[in-house]
């Protein structure tokens, strides 16, 4: 998975992922 599908699909992820994603 790219980081461009987990963003589209973040609603499935928790946003604690999300923001850890983001700060990488």
Do not use: W, Y
Not at 4 to 24: D, M, W
């Amino acid at each position: 998975m790219s980081d461009e599908e987990n963003e589209q699909n973040h609603v499935g992820i928790p946003s604690c992922l999300t923001i850890a994603k983001r700060s990488f």
